[in-house]
């Protein structure tokens, strides 16, 4: 099974800041990674596909990159309702894993 | 509007079993993989297992294997998690979610989840 780790497991920052993290693979997934946001009590939304394609209606303060096994997502410019939990997750081969997520909170 | 509604969840003793239901609107449900995943309380992701468009293939995590049984109903749009042998490490929100091959077969729309929890 391909692992992801996710780090860092949780961030603070403020509106308006510039956030990255990463997700690194256990093998290589080519650019199957797929990011993930997930609000409180709510069901997953898909926000990058192919490492770093922006998913139809996601703000574009929303960017990927990486292939291979070392991923990043960045948001360029945090805003109230970006706290959240951010998931990557393979689809390059089953099962299909997650990373374990990481949490942005409020500063 | 494409939708996915999952239902059955509910409060089962340990060793007992439950199916799980997703009924799909908005989309020609018949042309997609579906997948199940799991969330335990406070707890990340999981993935539980997937079905292929026609049905014909199946895919499942370990930790479910022989205990779980994924099927579709293409006629009634309509996605199954028959679960046996419940433990308390089932307890989650499960989610149906739809894959789509052309978007690097990300999970793309989502299910509000139901609630399962093995207790006695």
């Known amino acids: 099974d391909i692992q992801m780790t996710q780090s860092p497991s949780s961030l603070s920052a403020s509106v308006g800041d510039r956030v990255t993290f990463t997700c690194r693979a256990s093998q290589s997934i080519s650019t199957y990674l797929n990011w993930y946001q997930q609000k409180p009590g709510k069901a997953p939304k898909l926000l990058i596909y192919a490492a770093s394609s922006l998913q139809s209606g996601v703000p574009s303060r929303f960017s990927g990159s990486g292939s291979g096994t070392d991923f990043t997502l960045t948001i360029s410019s945090l805003q109230p309702e970006d706290f959240a939990t951010y998931y990557c997750q393979q689809s390059y081969s089953t099962p299909r894993t997650f990373g374990q997520g990481t949490k942005v909170e409020i500063k | ?120």
């Open chain 2, 1 to 120: 509007e494409v939708q996915l509604v999952e239902s059955g969840g509910d409060l089962v003793q340990p060793g007992g079993s439950l199916r799980l239901s997703c009924a799909a609107s908005g989309f020609t449900f018949s042309n997609y993989w579906m997948h199940w995943v799991r969330q335990a309380p406070g707890k990340g992701l999981v993935w539980v297992s997937r079905v292929s468009s026609d049905g014909s293939g199946t895919n499942y995590a370990d930790s479910v294997k022989d205990r779980f049984t994924i099927s579709r109903d293409n006629a009634k749009n309509t996605l199954y998690l028959q679960m046996n042998s419940l433990g308390a490490e089932d307890t989650a929100v499960y989610y149906c979610a739809r894959s789509r091959a052309d978007i690097a077969r990300s999970m793309d729309v989502w299910g509000q989840g139901t609630t399962v929890t093995v207790s006695s």
